[in-house]
């Protein structure tokens, strides 16, 4: 089993162009990014950069060139997934053909397939809330 702690981002530099090129597969699969999650006032360009960028998607880039395949891969955060990472994620398990487990602060966030399952911490009950991408392509059709 292979854990690693990402604490700083500078020595992250060297994943960015694995990062750049596994986002580049995911929008010839559909994935759009919702520029919107991000909270900066910046040009839309930019917007696009800093979502692509952020830390679970680098742990995920990571674990991907260091775990074999057919391995899932787990992450774990100390803030909230955005709306948009929900999504490049879900795009990311298809293409990786991986499973990919996020826990962030409020729930364990389960993709496979390009589906999700998220439950949350904070009960006693799991909540469980599911999407996939058919189910988001679909709802665009409207």
């Not at 742990?59 to 990472?85: H, Q, S, T, Y």
Request: aromatic share 6%; glycine share 4%.
């Amino acid at each position: 089993m292979l854990i690693r702690r990402f604490i700083c981002l500078a020595w992250a530099t060297s994943l960015i162009p694995n990062l750049d090129e596994l986002m580049s597969r995911c929008r010839e699969a559909g994935y759009i990014p919702a520029s919107q999650s991000a909270m900066h006032e910046v040009e839309e360009e930019e917007r696009e950069h800093a979502l692509g960028h952020h830390s679970e998607r680098l742990a995920i880039a990571f674990g991907l060139l260091k775990i074999g395949p057919g391995v899932p891969i787990r992450v774990v955060k100390n803030l909230r997934m955005c709306e948009d990472c929900h999504t490049a994620i879900k795009h990311i398990s298809v293409i990786s053909n991986r499973e990919i487990n996020v826990r962030d602060r409020l729930r364990f966030h389960h993709f496979k397939d390009g589906s999700e399952q998220s439950y949350c911490l904070k009960t006693t009950a799991l909540y469980s809330h599911s999407t996939s991408l058919s189910k988001i392509a679909s709802e665009g059709d409207d």
